[in-house]
């Protein structure tokens, strides 16, 4: 578990716990970017919602 603070645009943060549920490292021989899925604990239902806007805005970083 760790715990982190997430600053969304227009200054709203969002304060969590969270579990670290995959990694991926920075590789020469893969075009994998290095990052981390982390799953967060106990949010409400506004920072949820703002979260969730924030995450459609961008484009994705990777296709499955």
């Known amino acids: 578990v760790v715990d982190l603070t997430v600053e969304l645009p227009g200054g709203f943060e969002v304060q969590a716990a ?5 990694v ?18 106990g949010i409400d239902g506004t920072a949820a919602e703002m979260i969730r806007a924030f995450i459609a805005s961008r484009p994705p970083r990777f296709h499955a």
């Open 18 to 22: 969270g579990i670290v549920r995959w």
């Open 24 to 41: 991926s490292v920075a590789d020469d021989e893969d075009d994998v970017m290095p990052g981390m899925g982390v799953e967060l604990l």
